[in-house]
T-cell receptor, first 114, second 115 residues
Framework: DAGITQSPRHKVTETGTPVTLRCHQTENHRYMYWYRQDPGHGLRLIHYSYGVKDTDKGEVSDGYSVSRSKTEDFLLTLESATSSQTSVYFC?????????????FGDGTRLSIL | KQEVTQIPAALSVPEGENLVLNCSFTDSAIYNLQWFRQDPGKGLTSLLLIQSSQREQTSGRLNASLDKSSGRSTLYIAASQPGDSATYLCAVRPGSGGGADGLTFGKGTHLIIQP
């Protein structure tokens, strides 16, 4: 299995609080991604990173910010969580300069916002 | 905007049958297509990756085909087993024409193999 660790694995929090999810990889891959998975929508891209301090928006980026200060860590922040952000969040990685390689996914973080 | 559709949404078959899962996409300008398996409460496991220039890929009892021009892919599972029960997801990666990187996913086919 690809060396991807997501933390926390589960979190329950209240509306309006800030939340940060972490993705840590041991593969030294350049590309990292955050997706959310919701019933009826499937997985959708939130943000992605193509290098340290290089990030870009995906399909559903509103209400989320990201940071990547080291190759191995990609953080997803909900500045003020809302109930609509209750979801399962997945991190994925892909090798440097090699878009021919598959994306590999972490085990996910289940986030509930009450 | 790319859209990916998977048919059927759910499928239940007896053990031992051969089966086909379908995936279609609206924009043929893809870089590659990937099939995943997801078990309940778990992450995604990559099964097969087909480059846009390829027609098919095989791994064990799994065979995936790609017809890029018609926007279709199929996943063929031979001699199905109860352990194959899972949700199967199809995803396409955009070509190099700009726009966000990352995958566009279908909603999946929920497969149950009856013992």
């Amino acid at each position: 299995d690809a060396g991807i660790t997501q933390s926390p694995r589960h979190k329950v929090t209240e509306t309006g609080t800030p939340v940060t999810l972490r993705c840590h990889q041991t593969e030294n891959h350049r590309y990292m991604y955050w997706y959310r998975q919701d019933p009826g929508h499937g997985l959708r891209l939130i943000h992605y990173s193509y290098g340290v301090k290089d990030t870009d928006k995906g399909e559903v980026s509103d209400g989320y910010s990201v940071s990547r200060s080291k190759t191995e860590d990609f953080l997803l922040t909900l500045e003020s969580a809302t109930s609509s952000q209750t979801s399962v969040y997945f991190c994925a990685i892909s090798p440097k300069w090699d878009r021919d390689q598959p994306q590999h996914f972490g085990d996910g973080t289940r986030l509930s916002i009450l | 905007k790319q859209e990916v559709t998977q048919i059927p949404a759910a499928l239940s078959v007896p053990e031992g049958e051969n089966l086909v899962l379908n995936c279609s996409f609206t924009d043929s300008a893809i870089y590659n297509l990937q099939w995943f398996r997801q078990d309940p409460g778990k992450g995604l496991t990559s099964l097969l990756l087909i480059q846009s220039s390829q027609r098919e890929q095989t791994s064990g009892r799994l065979n995936a085909s790609l017809d890029k021009s018609s926007g279709r892919s199929t996943l063929y599972i031979a001699a199905s087993q109860p352990g194959d029960s899972a949700t199967y997801l199809c995803a396409v990666r955009p070509g190099s024409g700009g726009g966000a990187d990352g995958l566009t996913f279908g909603k999946g086919t929920h497969l149950i193999i009856q013992p």
